[in-house]
């Protein structure tokens, strides 16, 4: 019975509404903009930070990162012609950190060797990497092809390698890696080859390779043994330019530390930064916690989406104030018809009803077009501007239901207005 | 419940009568005062007027502008509230009801035909027919039904989807007769029926009112037209918001 009325009701709006199509398309425009306003910003707001975490999360959370920094000083002191610069992370921090540091399960020591690989004539900028096996259980990466880099290989100084997807498609773009040879290639220790074992599986954020956030970027990395980057090369790195040639002395230019669990990140970290204050005089060293990012990604990422759904649901609220006018001029319109129908036995929130009804339909209908706008914005946005979009179930259900609200509240007062209208007045009314 | 109202009790009864007619409405000194009452503005409509319908009959209220005949069409048509005094329609008083059981009242018990038509521009012949049902919460295909025999009735029957703009104005007439056939009314209370109609198709109006009333509706008509009243079974006359004359017409 009510659900009969309801429906009945809707015909007789959606019947009204017809007869005014160019008002209620302009009308529903208002709502149309404003949903789709509320959909783009917050694809925006959501694909932004969704790449950053993704990445953050990949590095993992658990994970203390510290990281060999280039002193500024030092590097400067290029009046000589040959230079040594000793720098960063040292095996004595490693030693220390292993013997004071509690709630620590795993070190993970990473050594930058070159920045070039070759396979046949095709060449590539890459960054090559020793490390050790632990390293691809301690980050969150998979390999797709082949396998990771086994104790073995560490064990056999083995001239091995996994490479990261980047370098798989710039070196091997038509065939299959596993089992080729890359050329790594340094002017200590000439050219060596490493057999491709293995491929990591590509670094996507929000739909598009990774650029890495300052981060590693995994996709450009060749991971061979430490045992082999001990053997092969050294601590030692030349650089030659014309004219001058510099040397390197850096251990270690990243060290993993993984951590038992997540509360005791924090306290770690500290630790670390003390441990690592007392033992080097200059500023050689970075600690990033990916946890600490995290938490400030986190925040950061609410504190935009408010900010942008505010921004947003200001053209919602004009659009919604578009639809109380009309229904109001509406009202006016049909005074007559109100005394009519109040004549013949509508009660008066038979009159709300209608009212009401029609604005919903009209904010609904906007609201539901301005989703497929908003999705279609957000989706130009990615493809033209680049910046990474991502529309979550909840974000078109907050949109929509926003219209749906602006709708019953916008729609209210003029309804209302129309059921308070006396019979006779408005019977009268020409 | 009706026979307590019944005047069979106040009147002898006809000898040749079967049954004693039935009282559908009885008026109780029934005052309506504009403005705030005691105040300076006061405007009395109605100074106690008393009267009663019997079914069937076929009243017209007469009066110049401002005798009161309107306000008292309001208050019988349940469109507005009397300031003192009852209103007795069918077996239930309607004076002292609120907007909701008005409306209520108006959609089951009374018909409305009303001077400009009133015929909502928007919906069809057979849609507008349907709505004193629509607020009845009849259910659709018996409301189509039921306005298809009545539209049957005053002769529109190949003009069921025309808009209301679409007919002549006694066509649209006979529209809003038909609507206020449809819900099986106790009265049929029409404003100046053939206000706003030229003498040819206001003779076709009355004549269908005639008609109604030969099947037995009870109809009472506001008019100020001799010729209008002159159809009419019963005149009541109204001057100053006071009955001055009520006569039976032979």
């Known amino acids: 019975m ?26 529903t425009l208002g709502i149309i903009c404003g949903v789709g306003a509320v959909i783009c910003m917050l694809s925006i707001g959501e694909g932004a930070s969704e790449a950053e975490m993704a990445l953050i999360r990949l590095l993992g959370t658990q994970n203390i990162i ?20 000793e720098y960063g992370l040292t095996r004595e921090d490693l030693t220390r950190i292993r013997e004071t540091i509690p709630h620590v399960t795993r070190i993970v020591p990473l050594r930058e060797i070159a920045f070039e690989a070759s396979y046949g004539r095709n060449q ?52 299959d890696p596993i089992g080729q ?50 053997a092969r090369y050294g601590d030692y790195k030349m650089k030659v330019r014309s004219g001058s040639r510099e040397m390197s002395k850096c251990a270690f230019s990243d060290l993993y530390v993984q951590v038992d669990s997540l509360e005791n990140v924090l306290p770690v970290s500290e630790m670390l930064r003390q441990l690592l204050a007392f033992g080097h005089q200059k500023n050689d060293y970075q600690i990033k916690v990916p946890l600490e990012r995290l938490k400030i990604a986190e925040s950061e990422k609410r504190r935009r989406q408010i900010t942008l759904g505010c921004i947003a649901g200001i053209s919602l609220l ?53 989703v497929v706008f908003g999705s279609a914005g957000a989706y130009l946005i990615t493809r033209l501007v680049e910046w990474p979009t991502v529309i979550h179930a909840w974000t078109i259900f907050v949109s929509a239901g926003l219209a749906l609200v602006v709708g019953v509240f916008f729609g209210i007062y003029p309804a209302a207005t129309a059921a308070r209208l006396d019979p006779i007045e408005a019977l009268r009314h020409s | ?65 401002g005798s009161g005949k309107s306000t008292l069409l309001n208050l019988l048509g349940c469109l507005d509230r009397p300031t003192s005094g009852r209103y007795i329609l069918g077996d239930a008083d309607v004076s002292r009801l609120d907007d909701d059981a ?32 629509f607020y009845q919460g009849v259910n659709p295909s018996i409301r189509r039904k039921r306005a298809l025999a009545m539209i049957e009735k005053v002769g529109l029957a190949q003009r069921i989807h025309h808009r209301p703009m679409q007919l002549s104005g006694g066509q649209q007439q006979r529209v809003a007769i038909a609507r206020a056939l449809i819900n099986d009314p106790l009265i049929i209370l029409a404003d100046e029926p053939t206000g706003n109609l030229d003498t040819a198709t206001g003779e076709v109006i009355l004549d269908l009112f005639g008609q109604l009333h030969k099947e037995g509706k009870t109809i009472l008509m506001v008019t100020h037209e001799e010729s209008v009243a002159a159809r009419c079974q019963r005149v009541i006359t109204l001057r100053d918001g006071q009955v001055v004359s009520d006569v039976q017409n032979d």
Do not use: W
């Open chain 1, 2 to 27: 009510y659900l009969s009325l309801a429906f009945e009701t809707a015909r007789l709006g959606l019947k009204n509404i017809h007869l005014h199509k160019l008002r209620s398309f302009l009308t």
């Open chain 1, 181 to 230: 040879s890359i050329i790594v290639n340094t002017i200590g220790s000439g050219s060596i080859p490493y057999k491709v074992v293995g491929v990591m599986a590509r670094v996507d954020t929000a739909g598009r390779p990774a650029r890495g956030i300052g981060e590693r970027d995994l996709n450009n990395d060749i991971f061979i043994p430490l045992a082999t980057a001990d």
């Open chain 1, 124 to 175: 590539c900028s890459a960054t090559v990497v020793g490390t050790q096996p632990a390293f691809f259980r301690t980050i969150r990466i998979t390999v797709t092809q082949g396998r990771a880099l086994e104790d073995l290989d560490e064990a056999e100084a083995a001239k091995v390698c996994v490479i990261g997807d980047t370098i798989r498609a710039r070196l091997f773009t038509y065939e």
């Open chain 1, 66 to 85: 510290l990281t060999s920094v280039k002193p500024e000083e030092m590097s400067s002191t290029t009046d000589r012609r040959t230079s040594l610069l």
């Open chain 1, 318 to 370: 004009v659009g919604g104030i578009g639809i109380m006018n009309i229904m109001l001029a509406t009202v006016t319109e049909r005074t007559r018809e109100i005394g009519i129908r109040r004549a013949l036995g509508a009660k008066r929130r038979d009159i709300t009803m209608q009212f009401l009804v029609e604005s919903l339909i009209l904010s609904t209908a906007g609201g539901l077009i301005g």
């Open chain 2, 1 to 65: 419940m009706a026979a307590v109202f019944s005047s069979s009790y106040l009147t002898p009864e006809p000898t040749h009568r079967r049954r004693p007619p039935r009282v559908l409405a009885r008026l109780d000194r029934l005052t309506k005062i504009y403005g705030q009452p005691g105040s300076a503005v006061e405007v009395p409509a109605l100074r106690g007027i008393s009267l009663t319908f019997e079914e069937g009959e076929y009243v017209a209220i007469c009066g110049h502008s």
């Open chain 2, 102 to 133: 008005l409306s209520d009242i108006r959609s089951r018990r009374l018909g409305f035909v009303f001077q400009s038509f009133n015929l909502v521009p928007q919906l069809t012949v057979l849609e507008n027919l349907e709505v004193p049902l």
